[in-house]
T-cell receptor, first 114, second 110 residues
Framework: GENVEQHPSTLSVQEGDSAVIKCTYSDSASNYFPWYKQELGKRPQLIID?????GEKKDQRIAVTLNKTAKHFSLHITETQPEDSAVYFC?????????????FGQGTILTVHP | NAGVTQTPKFQVLKTGQSMTLQCAQDMNHEYMSWYRQDPGMGLRLIHYSVGAGITDQGEVPNGYNVSRSTTEDFPLRLLSAAPSQTSVYFC?????????FGPGTRLTVL
């Protein structure tokens, strides 16, 4: 089955700095890659996703890049703010957007210091 | 539109007790799933369903049963609770490729 590795497990940055979280996946059939943000005690919430026919996607301060050849994708957060502090999860779906099982990375605890 | 709802929010069980975690969605999504979240382990898929009457196992199905009699509801049953099942449980439904999570149930098994 699919295996998703996420790094780093913890990331500490100063407010205003950029943060990058990287994930690798094992199954070349995976073609949907979402990122979730989970605040303490809350549910995971989708913040951005990318499909395999796209190399990069941006939404305001967050962006995701995908390298299908190397089987890795990354989340980039620019101009970080304290409210960005949370746990971030990457995931990969085998079989695209329809009914394939979602496999999650282990999560990255991001702390943004004011 | 309530999205994905779960009950209860918190539950404490004794070893060997059984219970059902409820999950419902009002978005008419065919695909629903159950995950458990443990510290340092991320989210792991327990069971999933691609439509009413169809269920399948995920990564960690042992000790759990599911059924899907309607599109809206996807309950998770613990037949004989064990301390290893202490966790936070999230139900999710999928629409447009993205999974939307319920608020979670925090379960403690003593």
């Amino acid at each position: 089955g699919e295996n998703v590795e996420q790094h780093p497990s913890t990331l500490s940055v100063q407010e205003g700095d950029s943060a990058v979280i990287k994930c690798t996946y094992s199954d070349s059939a995976s073609n949907y890659f979402p990122w979730y943000k989970q605040e303490l005690g809350k549910r995971p919430q989708l913040i951005i996703d990318i499909r395999s026919n796209v190399g990069e996607k941006k939404d305001q301060r967050i962006a995701v890049t995908l390298n299908k050849t190397a089987k890795h994708f990354s989340l980039h957060i620019t101009e970080t703010q304290p409210e960005d502090s949370a746990v971030y999860f990457c995931a990969a779906r085998v079989g695209g957007t329809s009914y394939g099982k979602l496999t999650f990375g282990q999560g990255t605890i991001l702390t943004v210091h004011p | 539109n309530a999205g994905v709802t779960q009950t209860p929010k918190f539950q404490v069980l004794k070893t060997g007790q059984s219970m059902t975690l409820q999950c419902a969605q009002d978005m008419n999504h065919e695909y629903m799933s159950w995950y458990r979240q443990d510290p340092g382990m991320g989210l792991r898929l327990i069971h999933y369903s691609v439509g009413a009457g169809i269920t399948d196992q995920g990564e960690v199905p042992n000790g759990y049963n599911v059924s899907r009699s309607t599109t809206e509801d996807f309950p998770l049953r613990l037949l004989s609770a064990a301390p290893s099942q202490t966790s936070v449980y999230f139900c999710a439904s999928m629409g447009g490729g993205a999974e939307f999570f319920g608020p979670g149930t925090r379960l403690t098994v003593l």
